[in-house]
């Protein structure tokens, strides 16, 4: 070999040792990755509060430390504002339902429906100092006109997609309950879970428990609106 080849030689050779060790490096790093986006899951609770059923939520929810949101009936709080503060207290998000849950009376018109809606938030400001920006429609539902004078009232609206059917299935058990908030929630994010923790349902405080350990192993977060 001619000499004027080997100084080209051995710089190829030491081209090839680096590019070796640089490889070998770049195995050795571990991969990247990159979690998935949270999901999110909204507990709602309507037509409370009730002295048995609400204290019981909210002693679960404590304990899970979770934040969920409650929306009010006001003629319902008399006799239970210690119960509403606690609400408050704790964290959760206290939202306006009706003062009445009067159907025909709250539809009667657009000024009826604006009327009940204040006179529930008035009954909330009262007892726990809060104004509420939250407005769900009693029995559900759309009513474009109505949610628009209520949006330039400054409230959000927020309905549901999912239900633990303690109003849609008579006589549910906690088990019934359950199953029907994992099934209605299956594939949606965010979840905004319907539940009622009036007096009639215990059955819903007493699944409340596996309903969100169903989903805090599904890799869902609790939020409060």
């Not at 081209?15 to 507990?43: C, D, N």
């Not at 009327?115 to 539902?141: H, K, L, M, N, Q």
């Not at 929630?185 to 007096?199: C, N, Q, R, W, Y």
Request: glycine share 8%; aromatic share 8%.
């Amino acid at each position: 070999m001619q000499r004027r080849f080997i100084p080209a030689l051995m710089l190829f050779v030491a081209l090839l040792l680096l590019l070796a060790g640089l490889g070998a490096r770049m195995t050795s790093v571990p991969a990247i990755s990159f979690a998935a986006e949270t999901k999110e899951i909204y507990l709602t609770f309507d037509d409370g509060p009730s002295t048995s059923v609400t204290e019981k939520v909210l002693d679960i929810l404590k304990e899970e430390d979770v934040r969920a949101t409650f929306f009010i009936v006001g003629d319902r709080v008399q006799g239970r504002e210690k119960t509403l503060r606690r609400i408050a207290a704790e964290g959760h998000t206290i939202g306006v339902h009706s003062q009445t849950h009067v159907y025909s009376e709250i539809y009667s018109s657009a000024d009826a429906l604006l009327r009940d809606a204040e006179s529930c938030a008035e009954t909330i400001r009262r007892v726990t100092g809060i104004s509420p920006r939250v407005y769900r429609f009693p029995g559900g539902g759309k009513h474009p006109a109505s949610a628009k004078l209520l949006r330039k009232r400054g409230y959000r609206i927020v309905s549901w997609n999912a239900v633990c059917g303690d109003e849609e299935i008579r006589g549910a058990d906690a088990d019934t309950l359950y199953a029907s908030a994992v099934k209605t929630a299956e594939g949606k994010d965010p979840v905004i879970l319907l539940l009622h923790d009036s007096a009639s349902h215990r059955p819903t405080a007493e699944a409340l428990p596996r309903i969100i350990a169903h989903f805090r192993a599904e890799g869902y977060t609790f939020s409060a609106f």
